[in-house]
């Protein structure tokens, strides 16, 4: 299924049904009096975080959603068939704001939670309401009222405890299918990743967190270059960025240090928020070269970063130090949880 984590829809909801104007019509009943009953209520419209979807593929196709109107009203002060509430599912993890408004509606980010976004119209009022001691045949009744609609900008932010950001070519997708079940698509050119992927990483028997890969990023990428940056919202829910670096780049003339600096800009000038979010260092692809080398080249870069946050040196083609690098990070969500925990 194609990735889509924007869309636009109009919801509606239903309007309410009108009120009766009616007199009870018996035989040997004189003057029987109004009976005119109300009209039903129209249905609202709610948005619902389901678990089995991951995109908003759907909303490509299905833009408009609209409620159930309500019935009007009928003789013997028969009240409406109200009109059914509409749940429009999406994926846990999205984002809503009104178009014209721009008002941020919900974050739904737990399983089932459950929003109205359209109010549903009243029902309008049957002749039998306005009966009084000085108008004993009234023949006033009122209109049921319009159903709420609005536009919604839909807005997929995937939930993972882990973010990888790196250039193309990395290995952020070798190491996610290294260390979790998910199979994204690997190759030996850049951008072969094209919309976020999701991996449970399991750390011990009842212990385990969930890692997303995004596309790589380039230099430029905020003015648009590469795949630009529209994928970076996935990161913001993150808790720890784990910043892949090729030690062993096959154009040589590539600095490593200057790719880092280069996605720290890229970060800074799209979040001030996501930039300051705990960052590791991880040295991928440990496996091209020798100890000697590894540890001059490793060095070198840690010197020009002046690197002073926790660094892990892997090889996710080989699986060499991503055990270390699971339980590392497990702790550090554990660390971090609590803190937040204790803070609340």
């Given at each position: ?243 892949l670096v090729d030690i062993a780049p096959i ?94």
């Amino acid at each position: 299924m194609k990735f889509v984590d924007e869309a636009t829809i109009r919801v509606q909801a239903g309007n309410g049904g009108h009120g009766c104007l009616s007199f009870r019509r018996e035989k040997y009943v004189e003057r029987g009096g109004p009976d005119g009953g109300d009209g039903g209520h129209g249905g609202s419209v709610y948005l619902l975080a389901d678990p089995a979807m991951n995109t908003l593929a759907d909303f490509r196709v299905a833009r408009k959603f609209k409620a159930e109107g309500g019935r009007g009203g009928a003789g013997r002060n028969k009240t409406g068939r109200s009109g059914g509430d509409l749940d429009v599912h999406v994926p846990c993890g999205t984002v809503v704001h009104d178009v014209d408004t721009g008002e941020l509606i919900i974050d739904l980010t737990a399983e089932g939670q459950r929003q109205k976004v359209a109010e549903g119209g009243r029902g309008g009022l049957g002749n039998t309401r306005f009966k009084s001691s000085t108008n004993r045949a009234p023949r006033k009744t009122t209109n049921g009222t319009s159903g709420e609609a609005r536009h919604l900008q839909l807005e997929l932010k995937v939930l993972a405890d882990v973010g990888l950001l790196g250039m193309p070519n990395a290995g952020k997708s070798t190491l996610i299918s290294a260390m979790s079940e998910a199979r994204p698509r690997i190759a030996d050119y850049p951008f072969t990743t094209l919309h976020p992927n999701l991996g449970v990483v399991r750390v011990g028997m009842l212990q385990s967190f969930v890692m997303a890969d995004i596309p790589g990023l380039i230099e430029g990428a905020a003015e648009g270059a590469g795949l630009g940056i529209q994928f970076l919202r996935h990161l913001q829910r993150t808790g720890l960025l784990l910043h892949l670096v090729d030690i062993a780049p096959i154009d040589t003339s590539v600095d490593p240090a200057q790719s880092v600096r280069a996605l720290e800009r890229e970060l800074k000038n799209f979040s001030t928020e996501l930039a300051g979010k705990p960052r590791w260092l991880v040295i991928n692809k440990i496996d091209l070269l020798d100890s000697e080398a590894l540890s001059l080249a490793t060095q070198d870069l840690l010197d020009n970063l002046g690197w002073t946050r926790p660094v892990f040196e892997v090889s996710a083609a080989t699986g060499e130090g991503t055990d270390a690098l699971g339980h590392a990070i497990m702790q550090e969500l554990e660390s971090l949880a609590e803190n937040a925990r204790s803070e609340a």
